[in-house]
């Protein structure tokens, strides 16, 4: 079978780490996790992943995998109160969170660059509920797209760390403006996580145009960016039921949560 050819960017180079975690993870023979989309994906690309996960330790795909159960969890969640409400799925990458949800109520819409919407059309398919965007995040333009007259949930999954702060404040009060009633999940991490993580990103062979820039430490941050931003709740990455870690990986995970190294974010945000 000839291999689908790849013409990326540095930063989008980065959606095969999550996609790649999720397939070695479903061809285990007791997944915690079943994507079989993701297997189809790695298996039918031609993208040399050994450059990429040579020096990757087991932990880190172990991370994308909680952190992926975590969004499953929370985006039901969304769905059972909100069950005609609408789901922003900005910087899509290859996320396949609506195949493995499977539901036919919700509005879904997939937002990304468009050389990552132009490889996702290989693999995944626009329906009636769903629709991509191609466009950045930052151009707010696209948010005319969007319904206003429902309840809207924001994920970001990898994204929001590849920017400034400023950029991540000034959307989020932008779209306080336009929704009557929302929410945002999210993942973050510590400044100290910056490093980390850019540390694993240098050793899979890319490059700093990569590199992660915000770095969040205290989430008090976020609440005083607008009186309308609420905390709902916040999700330590290996604090998840279901995962097999072995004695190293529950130690590390243990001290990368209670330092806040990784951690998710679930906001309210109402007009």
């Known amino acids: 079978m000839e291999k689908i050819g790849v013409s990326l960017g540095n930063i989008q180079k980065t959606l095969f780490m999550p996609v790649w975690a999720r ?149 989020m009060i932008k779209t306080a403006d336009l929704f009557k009633e929302q929410e945002y999940f999210f993942d973050v991490t510590s400044k100290k996580g910056v490093q980390i993580a850019n540390q694993v990103i240098e050793k899979s062979g890319l490059n700093e145009d990569s590199f992660f820039k915000w770095g969040l430490s205290n989430k008090s941050v976020i609440l005083n960016w607008d009186t309308r931003i609420k905390l709902v709740n916040t999700y330590y990455t290996f604090k998840i039921r279901g995962l097999r870690l072995n004695i190293k990986n529950r130690i590390v995970g243990f001290f990368s949560d209670a330092a806040g190294v990784q951690y998710m974010v679930h906001l309210a945000i109402n007009n």
């Open 23 to 171: 397939a070695m993870e479903t061809k285990k023979s007791n997944p915690v996790l079943i994507d079989k989309m993701a297997v189809e994906m790695i298996d039918s690309v031609d993208f040399d992943f050994s450059a990429m996960t040579a020096n990757l330790k087991e932990i880190n795909q172990i991370a994308w995998i909680a952190r992926c159960k975590r969004f499953d969890i929370i985006i039901s969640d969304f769905i059972t109160r909100n069950p005609n409400g609408i789901i922003v799925n900005i910087g899509c990458g290859l996320d396949t969170t609506y195949e493995r949800l499977g539901n036919q109520t919700i509005s879904w819409f997939d937002l990304d660059l468009p050389d990552v919407i132009e490889l996702r059309r290989k693999f995944l398919k626009e329906s009636v509920n769903r629709t991509f965007i191609e466009s950045s995040f930052t151009d707010s333009s696209w948010l005319n797209v969007i319904p206003k007259d429902e309840k809207v949930l924001f994920i970001a999954t990898g994204v929001f760390v590849y920017f400034e702060e400023e950029v991540i404040k000034d959307f």
